[in-house]
């Protein structure tokens, strides 16, 4: 299989020697078919809710422009979360 990294580099990742880019990790990915964040993080790390997993398969039955909503949705409320959390934590840097 070819990953596009040289063996070496993949010999340091695996002997925890080195850590990949950001640009090998995506081709490391690409060649297995599998996320980035399956090679970042152990099962237990990544896993949605139960109620949280039937509402995506939900959503992913919608017709493509209803899905459109719900991911803009979401991406607006994952913005403000984060700007909230970014406030907060320059506002207690201040004081």
């Given at each position: 299989?070819?990953?596009?990294v040289?063996?070496?580099?993949?010999?340091?990742?695996?002997?925890?020697?080195?850590?990949?880019?950001l640009?090998?990790?995506?081709k490391?990915?690409?060649?297995?078919?599998?996320?980035?964040?399956?090679?970042?993080?152990?099962?237990?790390?990544?896993?949605?809710?139960?109620?949280?997993?039937?509402?995506?398969?939900?959503?992913?039955?919608?017709?493509?422009?209803e899905?459109?909503?719900?991911?803009?949705?979401?991406?607006?409320l994952?913005?403000?979360?984060?700007?909230?959390r970014?406030?907060?934590?320059?506002?207690?840097?201040?004081?």
């Amino acid at each position: 299989m070819h990953v596009g990294v040289h063996v070496d580099s993949l010999k340091k990742y695996e002997a925890g020697q080195a850590q990949p880019s950001l640009d090998a990790l995506k081709k490391m990915a690409l060649a297995l078919h599998v996320s980035t964040d399956f090679l970042l993080f152990d099962e237990h790390e990544r896993v949605l809710s139960e109620d949280l997993a039937l509402q995506l398969e939900a959503v992913s039955q919608m017709p493509a422009d209803e899905q459109m909503v719900v991911r803009e949705v979401l991406e607006s409320l994952i913005i403000k979360y984060q700007s909230r959390r970014w406030d907060s934590g320059r506002q207690a840097a201040k004081g």
